[in-house]
């Protein structure tokens, strides 16, 4: 079945430093991939999204390719800051199956001052 | 403002109290879900529904039930709580159609405890 696997965590990173969370996923067919992000005692909201393969989702800096040769979507920011401390979730929609999304276990990301 | 809604925020309950935990949505969204969210295990889904009076199980549905009566309103009902059913949970809302790449909105979440 359909599958999302996201790299252990946590993540600490001190502020302004690179950052990259990786996500793979196993999928038939040309899967919707997405990040969402859940700050502290707060719901799920979309981080950024891509639909197609070579696609790149961009949002508050962040940035995530579709791979489809390496079935991959990784997250990367190129500074981060204290308030990009949260959890960060990698998701799938299958072809053709309306919103129904797969989660990856999500990553928590710290960054120091 | 665009939102869902879900109550109560907090619950404390002991085992087999039925209690239900409501979602609304002011999107005229056709798709809503239920989540529980648990540590080491991400998201996972409960129930879903792509729209009123259609309901399906999701990934982890045994002890819990959905009804869609209306388009706005998705509640959850745990007719016997146990312990395990101690969670963080989410309802979310999408429009249905498109590309597949619908965006679901959550709601604030609802932590549970079952005592």
């Known amino acids: 079945g359909d599958s999302v696997t996201q790299m252990e965590g946590p993540v600490t990173l001190s502020e302004e430093a690179f950052l990259t969370i990786n996500c793979t996923y196993t999928?038939?067919?040309?899967?919707?991939l997405f990040w969402y992000v859940q700050y502290p005692g707060e719901g799920l909201q979309l981080l950024l999204k891509?639909?197609?393969?070579?696609d790149k989702g961009s949002n508050k800096g962040f940035e995530a390719t579709y791979r489809k040769e390496t079935t991959s979507f990784h997250l990367e920011k190129g500074s981060v800051q204290v308030s990009d401390s949260a959890v960060y979730f990698c998701?799938?929609?299958?072809?053709?199956?309306?919103?129904?999304?797969?989660f990856g276990k999500g990553i928590t990301l710290s960054v120091r001052p | 403002e665009a939102q869902v809604t879900q109550n109560p925020r907090y619950l404390i309950t002991v085992t087999g109290k039925k209690l239900t935990v409501t979602c609304s949505q002011n999107?005229?969204?056709?798709?809503m879900s239920w989540y529980r969210q648990d540590p080491g295990l991400g998201l996972r889904q409960i129930y879903y529904?792509?729209?009123?009076?259609?309901?399906d199980k999701g990934d982890v549905p045994e002890g819990y039930k959905v009804s869609r009566k209306e388009k706005r309103n998705f509640p959850l009902i745990l007719e016997s709580p146990s312990p395990n059913q101690t969670s963080l949970y989410f309802c979310?809302?999408?429009?249905?159609?498109?590309?597949?790449?619908?965006?679901?909105?959550f709601g604030a979440g609802s932590r549970l405890t079952v005592l």
């Open positions: 979310a809302s999408s429009f249905v159609g498109g590309s597949g790449a619908n965006v679901l909105t």
């Open positions: 999928a038939t067919g040309y899967p919707s």
């Open positions: 891509a639909t197609k393969a070579d």
């Open positions: 998701a799938l929609n299958p072809t053709g199956a309306n919103s129904k999304l797969t």
């Open positions: 999107m005229n969204h056709e798709y």
């Open positions: 529904s792509m729209n009123v009076e259609v309901t």
